[in-house]
């Protein structure tokens, strides 16, 4: 089952955590924002930030697909292309700290949000490619459906342990954190795609030779 293959095959299980992952920086990311939107403007001014914030995460992700995504694969790697988004991420973030106004974290946002939107699934959809035939649908439903959902949790459940005393540059430093263990899991992720990439290989031209010595 989707269930027991996340469980015991490695690379179905770290490419779960990755989303996990993933999920938790998008919580932490928005929390992180908000601390600082709240301190600087009021609740009409709130509302007109976040209403260019869609605007304009929805026009990157519009220019991003049409023009870059495609070329940005190809060059790069898939993973190389994923790792942009923690680094970049944990970049803006520390930058932050830094930048007393709104830029920054406007920055951060900005960038998070139309990485979900755009840079990421693109990517994501393509590490699905490795897994078997008969189980590779009902991982990614377990994985998009249910388990994102547990990441957009733990990171829930993570701002209430901090909410006491969680000050602007400790919601940058957990950021900052989360932003290095999601690199290290998708350097972990690239070996096992490789290796189940080349299990897969083997396994088709194999039966191809079985099937040409039977003709």
Not at 17 to 28: D, R
Not at 86 to 97: F, K, N, Q, T
Not at 121 to 142: C, E, I, T
């Amino acid at each position: 089952t989707a269930w027991s293959t996340v469980r015991h095959d490695a690379y179905a299980r770290d490419l779960a955590l990755v989303v996990l992952a993933f999920a938790v920086l998008s919580v932490t990311r928005d929390y992180l924002f908000r601390q600082r939107a709240s301190v600087a403007l009021d609740e009409k001014q709130m509302a007109v930030l976040f209403a260019s914030l869609q605007l304009w995460t929805g026009i990157f992700c519009a220019g991003f697909q049409l023009v870059l995504a495609e070329r940005m694969l190809r060059q790069v790697g898939i993973f190389r292309y994923l790792a942009l988004v923690p680094g970049l991420l944990a970049a803006l973030a520390v930058a932050s700290l830094f930048d007393k106004g709104l830029t920054s974290s406007w920055a951060l946002k900005l960038f998070e949000g139309s990485a979900m939107f755009s840079l990421v699934p693109v990517a994501m959809q393509l590490l699905y490619a490795p897994l078997k035939d008969d189980v590779r649908d009902g991982v990614r439903s377990v994985i998009d459906g249910f388990l994102r959902k547990g990441g957009l949790a733990v990171g829930g459940v993570l701002l209430l342990l901090t909410q006491g005393f969680a000050s602007y540059t400790v919601s940058v430093v957990v950021l900052a954190v989360a932003c290095v263990g999601l690199g290290l899991l998708l350097v972990r992720l690239q070996r096992g795609y490789v290796n189940a990439l080349q299990h897969q290989v083997a396994g088709v031209g194999s039966a191809q030779l079985g099937f040409a010595e039977e003709s």
